[in-house]
């Protein structure tokens, strides 16, 4: 059967194919007597409003463009979440596709948000060199998650990447760990800052810093614990990891045990997010929350203050991170 169109919508309800668009469009023009019956109309044909023609016909569109970097961390879904709560609160639909944390590929995905003309694009921490994201900025209104800009054109919504680190690393300093390692997030635009961060607070601390390049991925964190095991006996192993993420600390969690070393008697490990993995009862990670929810509704936020309020300055909008203790952390041995 051919898709019902929105004259037949119209001629079901008895009424003009422009008072269907008023409907559908919400417009508060139209009487509810006659709104009810084109609802009902619509619902017995099985309509569906197309949501890019609309956008066309109307010279604004309400979609909203959004790129994950990664499908396969939780920290994501959880920003996607507040995003859709309150894209839902301002009439913004979303829709989402993903760059699999490459440059090239992200590339393509950012072209295909931008071919439906949306209304706005976000971009959940990509790693596309800031060139090819100003040149999107010019295109439509673009908010950066998880990642730092200074174009006027974009808007940024971040955690305190510094004091995340520094607020693991005093935890584990307050247990008494003192050889504390941070494997970082590798190329990750939110790497350097929690590496500065590290560093500071051990510092601080006066305690010596040391560094393992990893990336924010089970199999990193893996790689990384096996690089360390290489350098270190089980006698002088380091008594505790600050990792980059939650991934990365469940990966590193996995070498230890698979080497011999109990966390957290052994070792112990601190991520960072707080995803809902960190959450599971079986893995009860200590880490650093990001108000993810929060971090997606700040997000939608800036955008419609673009797209409604006409705001032309750029936000950058910061939340602060704390420290969730689990079952991860405890004193050295």
Known sequence: MARPTMEDVAARAGVSRALVSLVMRNSPKVSEHRRRAVLDAAKDLGYQPHIMARSLASRTSNIVGVMV????????ADVVEGMDAAAQACGLELILNTGRRTAARERTALESLLSFRPGGVILLSPILPAAAIRAAAQQAPLVLVSRTSTVAEIDTVNDDGEAGTGLAVDHLVSLGHRRIVHLDGGGAFTSAPRRKGYRAAMQRHGL??????????????????????????????????????????????????????????????????????????????????????????????????????????????????????????????
């Open 69 to 76: 970097s990664d499908l396969r961390n939780a920290f994501f």
């Open 208 to 333: 010596e810093p040391m560094v393992v390049a990893s990336e924010h991925t089970d199999s990193a964190g893996m790689a990384a614990v096996r690089k360390l095991l290489n350098l270190f006996s089980h006698d002088n192993f380091p008594t505790a990891l600050v990792c980059g993420n939650d991934f990365n600390a469940v990966g590193a969690m996995s070498a230890l045990e698979e080497a011999g070393l109990r966390v957290p008697e052994d070792v112990s490990v601190v991520g960072y997010d707080n995803t809902s993995l960190a959450a599971l009862r079986h893995v009860a990670l200590t880490t650093i929350d990001q108000p993810r929810i929060q971090m997606g509704h700040l997000a939608i936020e800036a955008l419609a203050e673009r797209l409604r309020d006409g705001r032309t300055s750029p936000a950058r909008r910061r939340v602060e991170p704390s420290l969730v203790v689990r079952s991860t952390t405890a004193a050295p041995r």
